[in-house]
């Protein structure tokens, strides 16, 4: 028997919603998913299920090892820009990475901290190739692996070099902390407007 006080919605996959009635009959993300569709009747609409820390965590674990040790993403995880495996947690996209590596030290990671690959594959969710790091020795290691040029010679071999998404959050905490921006725009080889404009958001504003 349906219970009176559930969500009647069915999705396109055939489950049917198990959240409590919220308003006009629908659970709350039903009725806003309505609102958002200019009333459109919500039965049928694609479902986004909810993946709880523990599931994520059970997923990169079941990955199996390649030769090198490294657990590489085999299409489980969605991939940001950058190549890192990212999962929606409580409405807020993650990278796994971090979810991994926090279970690892039994504790969250700081806002300003990273989850650093020490085999160099963004891919990997292997806890063994994590570490914990600050926005600058992230930028160190990225430097030190060749995938930052510094400096003039990065203004000299590649004058437009991009800046990626990886890097913003990276800016933005080496700004925030103090660091002057002419010595931000010296290790990332661009301008030092364009590094502005990254830190005041009004460039990237939608990367965290």
């Not at 990273?114 to 600050?134: I, K, M, Q, T």
């Amino acid at each position: 028997m349906t219970d009176a006080s559930t969500c009647p919605v069915v999705f396109a996959d055939g489950v049917k919603c198990s959240r409590r009635i919220a308003r006009r009959g629908w659970c709350h993300p039903c009725a806003t998913w309505q609102d958002r569709h200019g009333g459109l009747d919500p039965n049928g609409r694609r479902s986004v299920p909810k993946r709880a820390r523990a599931e994520v965590l059970a997923a990169a674990l079941a990955i199996p090892p390649n030769a090198e040790g490294c657990r590489i993403n085999d299409g489980r995880f969605a991939a940001d820009a950058d190549g890192y495996p990212t999962v929606k947690i409580q409405r807020r996209m993650t990278r796994v990475t971090r979810l991994v590596l926090e279970d690892k030290l039994g504790r969250p990671l700081g806002v300003d901290m990273f989850a650093c690959h020490r085999c160099d594959n963004p891919a990997c969710v292997n806890s063994g190739c994590l570490w914990e790091g600050d926005a600058a020795a992230n930028l160190h290691d990225s430097m030190a692996k060749g995938r930052k040029p510094t400096g003039a010679v990065a203004s000299r071999s590649k004058p437009t070099l991009k800046i990626e998404d990886a890097d913003v959050p990276v800016i933005r905490a080496l700004a925030a902390g103090g660091t002057p921006q002419k010595v931000i725009t010296a290790q990332f080889g661009v301008s030092q407007p364009r590094i502005s404009r990254i830190v005041n958001r009004k460039r990237r504003a939608w990367v965290e």
